[in-house]
């Protein structure tokens, strides 16, 4: 496989990937852009795991792979707003969120590094499959999580034999407390780690696969710091320019309106992120008040004709009933772009016809005790 460069999103400052780093001198986060697609005519040969991919997922060697053969998670037709909206069901990963496409890459890139200790924070959900993936690899982990973090995703991390730390305060305390622990360990961070979004990327390339090597024509995409948002737009932006597909799906990034940074930069064209006051909302995956790669995610969006949405929490309830009536158990979080979609349907903003993909980001079992206040009497 070619040897990869960071290039910093920022200043454009590059450096060699063999050598570990998550951040630019200057402070801005990195990317490597990959050249090399899989050979579409071998696919039908392959395992049904994101691996089968392995040409554009940038690991050297494929004795650094850490897997649980995760991938390929069903893509099934449901009924909303008065049309069908195809789910992708990334809830059935082994640690029950589509975290686990970044964490394979992420983790299998820090054993091909050599890194012993790893530290991250997150919301819940990134951190249980990271410490995941490192357990599985033998790195030792250390895991922060904001202390109000569902008790199910601190089970889990503590289950997979990380250290969990739990900071008190909004969920930026946690990100400050870990970058200060970051001195002395490795930040194997989602956010801040290329090699996560190229893993979030395979997500496209199975839609593209199930659809029958086609793009879709849009699709809804929850968003805090963007992970599967900037892996979409990579995942399609690579078809695209393997000449796979013939034109972009619009991508729509839904925020929760209790805490939208990205929503107010893209409503007032802003060029920082702005200060938000902090309002607690359902979904915890996405209370993210200050996404690094905003930029990346403006462009992701801007680049395919799709917008920026935010959706009230209000209008979560509803959804999480109707999806588990269906069989589909969502935690609250997933639930923000189908509320996304319910809304484009209302502006007349996606066409009867178009083919529109939503994933459905983490297992309704991660929230049992948001669920249970919800529907506890059948409500
Ligand atoms: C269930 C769920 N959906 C969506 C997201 C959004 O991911 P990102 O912060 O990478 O945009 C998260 C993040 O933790 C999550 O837990
Ligand atoms: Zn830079």
Partial sequence: MAKHVFRCVDCASEFPAEVPRWRCGCGAPLD?????????????????????????????????IVSLDEGMTPLVPVPLAGREVHCKLDFLFPTGSFKDRGATLLISKVRE???????????????????????????????????????AKCAQISAYGARLVKIPGPRQATTDAAMEAA???????????????????????????????????????????????IGAHKGFGELLAAGYIGRMPRIFAVQAARCAPLHEIWKGSLNAIPE???????????????????????????????????????????????????????????????????????????????????????????????????FGKNG
């Fill in 113 to 151: 590094w050599g890194i012993r200790e790893v530290l991250g924070d997150s919301s819940g959900n990134a951190a249980a499959a990271i410490a995941a993936y490192a357990g599985r690899a033998g790195i030792d982990c250390d895991m922060y999580v904001p202390e109000d973090t569902s008790p």
């Fill in 32 to 64: 490597v852009d990959v050249k090399e697609i899989f050979p579409r005519a071998e696919l039908s040969k392959r395992r049904p795991n994101l691996w089968r991919y392995r040409e554009s997922l940038p690991i050297q060697d494929d004795g650094s």
């Fill in 276 to 374: 938000i006051e902090i309002r607690p909302t359902l979904a915890e995956g996405i209370s993210i008040t200050k996404p690094i790669r905003w930029k990346q995610m403006v462009a992701a969006v801007r680049e395919t004709g799709g917008e920026v949405l935010a959706v009230e929490d209000e209008a979560l309830p509803p959804l999480l009933r109707a999806f588990a009536r269906r069989g589909i158990l969502m935690e609250p979080t997933s639930a923000v772009p189908f509320a996304g979609v319910e809304a484009l349907v209302r502006e007349k903003k996606l066409g009867a016809r178009e083919t529109v993909v939503v994933p459905v980001t983490g297992h309704g079992l991660k929230a049992a005790d948001k669920l249970e206040k919800l």
């Fill in 183 to 229: 001195a002395s360990r490795f930040y194997a961070s989602h956010f801040w780690n290329c090699w996560f979004n190229h893993g979030t990327k395979t997500w496209a390339f199975e839609v593209w696969e199930q659809l029958g090597q086609r793009a879709p024509d849009a699709v809804a995409v929850p968003a805090g710091h963007g992970s599967m948002l």
